[in-house]
């Protein structure tokens, strides 16, 4: 690159163009694609395949695992969003937090696995906010306070 010295050269030079990455696909030796998804205190780590659409969560159907609606329909988001129903069988193991972050980090991880072994999904998944880990997490407890923020209840006398 050629070294500038005032704002008119500046004007006359030609744009650099930057190209954006290029996603490839990546599979292990069995053809399958494996991600990690995480939320507040939950890990998941999952294993996408093509397949009939079985989904399951730590050896058990995830409709058992998971047993509130909601939670079972926050895990299928990224299959239904990327128009992907019934083609792939979803292997998974969940651990640490609650039901709700497991669900949370299952979705984040089934994302980033979809977005692996088909690299053409990420755009749809992406303006979803389905790659995107986040980050909230428990605020600590602090001395002094009967919770994080909370204090003890004043008293005049």
Request: without cysteine; aromatic residues 8%; positive net charge.
């Amino acid at each position: 690159m050629a070294e500038l010295s005032s704002l008119a050269e500046l004007g006359a030079a030609e744009a650099v163009a930057i190209e954006a990455p290029v996603h490839v696909q990546k599979l292990d030796k069995f053809g399958r694609a494996y991600a990690t998804g995480k939320r507040k205190n939950a890990v998941s780590r999952v294993w996408v395949k093509p397949g009939s659409g079985k989904i399951t969560v730590n050896g058990k159907e995830f409709t058992e695992y998971f047993g509130r609606p909601v939670l079972q329909m926050i895990v299928q988001q990224p299959i239904y969003a990327a128009a992907r129903d019934g083609q792939f069988d979803i292997i998974a193991t969940v651990s640490g937090g609650g039901l709700s972050g497991q669900a949370g980090a299952l979705r984040h991880g089934i994302s980033k696995a979809l977005t692996y072994y088909e690299p053409g999904l990420r755009g749809v998944l992406k303006k979803l906010g389905f790659l995107t880990r986040d980050s909230r997490v428990v605020e600590r407890k602090k001395y002094g306070k009967r919770k994080a923020r909370r204090s003890f209840q004043f008293s005049k006398r």
